[in-house]
């Protein structure tokens, strides 16, 4: 069974451009949540889609965008980036199923905003 | 708010001996606990989880904690540290068995002396 697959693993943007990010979710997975990973802050949920819908959402601002398709592959968007965008961006899949909710992660995309 | 509190950033050990990292959550509701951990340049891997059963919780390569709701504690314990212990480790909170929604301490990094 493949992994959760994040793309790109790298990415290098400028001040000021929009970026998207990739996830697959492990298959039969309904649900994609999004993770910022940074030093200073550490891991922090920006959102959650399930069924193409998002269920929840962290405190950020409104530049951090997301979206499911119905195959469950999600994407972020990040629009007019800041230099604190830079971060490691995980993604995770789980099932959601009641005895089987372990969320697996991605090996992120690590983001370098210039 | 649920919130995670891990005391001690970096924690350093020699092999062998054991394995100790701490981890106290806040939470208005019955938590749902878990710990994970970060190899470098990896997503994370989920070493155990506690979901309201039994409070000693058994997780993969010889990890176990116990959950103390009257401390509000959920410590990582392993009896002898082992070399590929080395990496980052996180605690997190949810309100749900689902892990769509995790609140993550800043995490400690762990070193193995030989």
């Known amino acids: 069974k493949a992994g959760v697959t994040q793309t790109p693993r790298y990415l290098i943007k400028t001040r000021g451009q929009q970026v998207t990010l990739s996830c697959s979710p492990i298959?039969?997975?309904?649900?994609v949540s999004w993770y910022q990973q940074t030093p200073g802050q550490g891991l922090q949920f920006l959102f959650e889609y399930f069924s193409e819908t998002q269920r929840n959402k962290g405190n950020f601002p409104g530049r951090f965008s997301g979206r499911q398709f119905s195959n469950s592959r999600s994407e972020m968007n990040v629009s007019t980036l800041e230099l604190g965008d830079s971060a490691l961006y995980l993604c995770?899949?789980?099932?959601?199923?009641?005895?089987?909710?372990?969320?697996?992660f991605g090996q992120g995309t690590r983001l370098t905003v210039v | 708010a649920q919130s995670v509190t891990q005391l001690g950033s970096h924690v350093s050990v020699s092999e062998g001996a054991l394995v100790l990292l701490r981890c106290n959550y806040s939470s208005s509701v019955p938590p749902y606990l878990f710990w994970y951990v970060q190899y470098p340049n990896q997503g994370l891997q989920l070493l155990l989880k506690?979901?309201?059963?039994?409070?000693l919780v058994k997780g993969i390569n010889g990890f176990e904690a116990e959950f103390k709701k009257s401390e509000t504690s959920f410590h990582l314990t392993k009896p002898s540290a082992h070399m590929s212990d080395a990496a980052e480790y996180f605690c997190a909170v949810s309100e749900k068995r689902s892990q769509g929604n995790l609140i993550f301490g800043k995490g400690t990094k762990l070193s193995v002396k030989p």
């Open positions: 298959s039969g997975h309904r649900s």
């Open positions: 506690y979901t309201s059963a039994a409070t």
């Open positions: 995770a899949s789980s099932s959601d199923r009641p005895r089987n909710t372990e969320a697996f």
